[in-house]
């Protein structure tokens, strides 16, 4: 594979994970569809450049270039940018923001790119500024509890954050996690199973529609993901 990928989790209530990669010769890759807002910093020979990426809905694949570095803060679902609304963000309308020299900037302010080590400080200054915030309305789907808000109000206030349905994440999600017990030796029959799916023909369906590869093939690794995530259990329904 021709990229690498180390990752590690985060103390922030506003941030799921820290990653960063790094690409050798290059070649194509299979981008998965994911749910989260990530800030990723970009640098390539020549070329530094830091990009609001939203939610992907469907697999794609792209070129990745050699010689590369990235480093990305993947949000929480129900973090969002209240200048951005995350619908104008969805499937690869990403936003690239202003750089001058090593600082970007986001919201008319100039801001020193994050690294992987202090990227919770960076976080918190935005949180600070009033750049980015946690919808905790939003996140009362992921315990499927409504008694503190109605059912409407939830779905809404997750639309809005997460930028898709939550019944669409929990898919994407899912499917992601299908991916991590594959790759970590699972059998597809037990796979299907664990993940929650009806029987390895519905696990084949989704990966279609959300991974872009069959079962066997990541099972495989027969080609290169982009960055996994492991999402621990199924979400409720």
């Known amino acids: 594979m021709f990229l690498s990928f180390e990752d590690r989790p985060s103390s922030s209530p506003l941030v799921e994970s820290i990653w960063r990669s ?3 010769t290059g070649g194509l890759f299979h981008s998965m569809a994911e749910g989260n807002i990530e800030l990723v910093v970009t640098r390539l020979p020549g070329l530094t450049r830091v990009t609001l990426r939203g939610p992907v809905t469907k697999p794609t694949q792209a070129l990745c270039p050699p010689d590369g570095e990235w480093l990305a803060i ?4 129900g973090t969002f940018l209240p200048y951005v609304p995350t619908a104008l963000l969805l499937d690869h309308r990403s936003l690239d923001l202003p750089m001058n020299g090593d600082r970007f900037c986001l919201q008319g302010s100039m801001w020193a790119i994050p690294s992987f080590e202090n990227a919770e400080c960076f976080v918190a200054q935005l949180a600070r500024a009033g750049l980015i915030a946690l919808d905790r309305t939003a996140l009362a789907a992921f315990e499927a509890d409504t008694r503190e808000a109605g059912l409407r109000s939830i ?3 997750f639309l809005k954050s997460v930028g898709m349905t939550y019944a669409r994440y929990r898919q994407i999600e899912r499917a992601r ?3 991590a017990l594959l790759r970590s030796g699972r059998s ?3 796979t299907s199973h664990d993940a929650g799916y009806f029987d390895q023909a519905h ?3 989704a990966f279609k529609t959300l991974i872009g590869q069959s079962p066997l093939k990541v099972l495989r690794q027969e080609a290169q993901l ?3 995530c492991n999402t621990p259990r199924p979400l409720p329904e």
């Open 22 to 24: 790094r690409s050798t």
């Open 74 to 77: 993947r949000f929480r679902a």
């Open 155 to 157: 779905q809404r206030h």
């Open 177 to 179: 996690h299908a991916v």
């Open 188 to 190: 597809i029959q037990d």
């Open 203 to 205: 696990m084949t369906r």
């Open 226 to 228: 982009s960055f996994l």
